[in-house]
T-cell receptor
Framework: ETGVTQTPRHLVMGMTNKKSLKCEQHLGHNAMYWYKQSAKKPLELMFVYSLEERVENNSVPSRFSPECPNSSHLFLHLHTLQPEDSALYLC???????????FGPGTRLLVL | LAKTTQPISMDSYEGQEVNITCSHNNIATNDYITWYQQFPSQGPRFIIQGYKTKVTNEVASLFIPADRKSSTLSLPRVSLSDTAVYYCLVGVPYSTLTFGKGTMLLVSP
């Protein structure tokens, strides 16, 4: 599915590294989301952007920093992560905040 | 928030019909019921959404009784590729799209 793309698909980083995850949606949506899915845990909503404005931050540590430069792109900047931050990071988009969310394939992150 | 309860796992065989029931006793008037499918290491994929009675698409059917306190996702004639986790979600605003643990469906030959 090419509606929502995420890069990279896999990422290994040390605790002192700085990296960024990228999400791009080709669906003409105006809302975008970041989720975290740890092993054997439900998806956790991290950030929500609507019309390029952040509308929710679910008590996420400051080592995760989102950026939404336009309605088609969403970034998650990572710095000084911890091993417990290793997870599948999923991006989604929707038309309006009540629209059906379409997910990207995710980025599998491993923090060493 | 309307909390959902669904079986942790289900087993089936190829060619059978599978029905996964979700309980949502506290569903609100404006809430919709949405089902997602997720394969390992992939993002969830929207399957079907409904408000009441029955909804059918090319993939599944969704049955919702009049009281809307439960819903049943029906997958006709499953195949091995339908092995996945199925999530039932209730709500409208994004903040109520809380994914629970879902139902792990295992389809065997």
């Amino acid at each position: 599915e090419t509606g929502v793309t995420q890069t990279p698909r896999h990422l290994v980083m040390g605790m002192t590294n700085k990296k960024s995850l990228k999400c791009e949606q080709h669906l003409g949506h105006n809302a975008m989301y970041w989720y975290k899915q740890s092993a054997k845990k439900p998806l956790e909503l991290m950030f929500v952007y609507s019309l390029e404005e952040r509308v929710e931050n679910n008590s996420v540590p400051s080592r995760f920093s989102p950026e939404c430069p336009n309605s088609s792109h969403l970034f998650l900047h990572l710095h000084t992560l911890q091993p417990e931050d290793s997870a599948l990071y999923l991006c989604a988009s929707s038309q309006g905040l009540t629209g059906t969310q379409y997910f990207g394939p995710g980025t599998r992150l491993l923090v060493l | 928030l309307a909390k959902t309860t669904q079986p942790i796992s289900m087993d089936s065989y190829e060619g059978q019909e599978v029905n996964i029931t979700c309980s949502h006793n506290n569903i609100a008037t404006n809430d919709y019921i949405t089902w997602y499918q997720q394969f390992p290491s992939q993002g969830p994929r929207f399957i079907i959404q409904g408000y009441k009675t029955k909804v059918t698409n090319e993939v599944a059917s969704l049955f919702i009784p009049a009281d809307r306190k439960s819903s049943t996702l029906s997958l006709p004639r499953v195949s091995l590729s339908d092995t996945a986790v199925y999530y039932c979600l209730v709500g409208v605003p994004y903040s109520t799209l809380t994914f629970g643990k879902g139902t792990m469906l295992l389809v065997s030959p």
